[in-house]
């Protein structure tokens, strides 16, 4: 789907506060109520918005994030991923390209947890290795 100026400028608007009221956003962008309701309806329909988020502050987030970089032999990813979808504390996986196949995003409540998670994650059949980075805080995020 084509999005145009007015599209991402309501898509900055919802960026910075998805409650943001719908009256709220047509007066920022000078657009009647409706057209900016009717906008948001084709936005999500055609997926450009798939959804709207909570994001916590600090105190109330998970206080230990982590990355696996993750190798896995050939043609075992069906398997290593249905393993990482059963583990409650794997949050994202993606594939990528270089010397590791996934990057696993995991988030623990306590060391034990992360410590038991990345046993789980190198003991999978078809990995073949992995490298783990604590997180340890956090200079930018964009996504806030």
């Given at each position: 789907m084509q999005t145009d100026e007015t599209d991402r400028a309501l898509i900055d608007l919802l960026a910075e506060n998805a409650r943001t009221p719908v009256a709220t956003l047509a007066r920022k962008l000078n657009l009647a109520r409706t057209t900016v309701q009717a906008r948001l309806e084709r936005l999500e329909n055609s997926g450009v918005i798939q959804g709207y988020t909570l994001r916590l502050s600090d105190s109330q987030r998970t206080p230990?994030?982590?990355?696996a970089l993750v190798s896995?032999?050939?043609r075992s990813a069906p398997a290593v991923l249905a393993r990482l979808r059963s583990l409650p504390d794997v949050k994202t996986v993606h594939t990528t390209s270089g010397r590791f196949d996934l990057i696993v995003g995991i988030e623990a409540e306590t060391t034990e947890a992360l410590d038991d998670?990345?046993?789980?994650?190198?003991?999978?059949?078809g990995v073949k290795g992995s490298e783990s980075l604590i997180q340890l805080s956090t200079k930018l995020d964009r996504r806030r």
């Open positions: 230990l994030r982590a990355t896995i032999e050939p998670t990345l046993d789980r994650i190198g003991e999978t059949r």
